[in-house]
């Protein structure tokens, strides 16, 4: 069974520009749910979406957004880049919004915001 | 308010030797609890979870956690330690009544284990 994936691996922006990372969660998986990993900070959650809605979204400005499509698989956009963006985008999928289901974690987009 | 806390930025154990890495927890209700490991430049692998039950939970790569509910901790071990168990471990509580479907993670503990 193929795991989730992201891509791209690594994405290099400059500060003001729009970066898209994408996600496939897992075969079956109807959740996906974002996270951000800044160096030297935990994961902090950013989005969650099953069956094509948003579903709750931490908190981070309105530029982060993103969406996920019929095939479920997401995409987060991050508008108006800032220098402080730069970290590791987790993606992360769950079988059913049933609350005993651990995630499954993607490779991670390392975005870097120059 | 729901958090999780890992209250050491790292441990280091000698190959061999037990290893403990502590969680601990503030939650409404009762906590689905979830350690995860993370290796250099990957993602989040899951270790093991605690729903209900035993509070002593079996995981992968011989780790373990047990549930202390009077403590709120959740601490992961493990009996004799390999120099591959050295990675970042996240603990993970799962706010289940208030805001079901959110993970709060801590901040991570990196463990050196040393041959």
């Known amino acids: 069974e193929a795991g989730v994936t992201q891509s791209p691996t690594h994405l290099i922006k400059t500060r003001g520009q729009q970066a898209t990372l994408r996600c496939s969660p897992i075969s079956g998986h109807t959740s996906v749910y974002w996270y951000q990993q800044a160096l030297g900070l935990g994961l902090q959650f950013l989005l969650w979406y099953d069956e094509g809605e948003e579903r709750n979204r931490g908190n981070f400005p309105p530029r982060f957004s993103g969406r996920q499509f019929p095939n479920y698989s997401s995409e987060l956009n991050v508008n108006a880049l800032e220098l402080e963006d730069s970290a590791l985008y987790l993606c992360?999928?769950?079988?059913?919004?049933?609350?005993?289901?651990?995630?499954?974690f993607g490779p991670g987009t390392r975005l870097t915001v120059l | 308010a729901q958090s999780v806390a890992q209250p050491e930025d790292q441990v280091n154990v000698a190959e061999g030797n037990p290893l403990t890495v502590k969680c601990t927890y503030s939650?409404?209700?009762?906590?689905?609890l979830f350690w995860y490991v993370q290796y250099p430049n990957r993602g989040l692998q899951f270790l093991l979870k605690y729903i209900t039950g035993d509070n002593l939970v079996k995981g992968s790569y011989g780790f373990e956690a047990e549930f202390n509910k009077s403590q709120t901790s959740f601490h992961l071990k493990k009996p004799s330690a390999l120099v591959s168990d050295s990675a970042l471990y996240f603990c993970a509580v799962r706010d289940i009544l208030y805001n079901f479907n959110k993970f709060y993670f801590g901040s991570g503990t990196k463990l050196n284990v040393k041959p």
């Open positions: 939650v409404s209700g009762n906590p689905y």
């Open positions: 992360a999928s769950s079988h059913t919004t049933s609350g005993y289901n651990e995630q499954f």
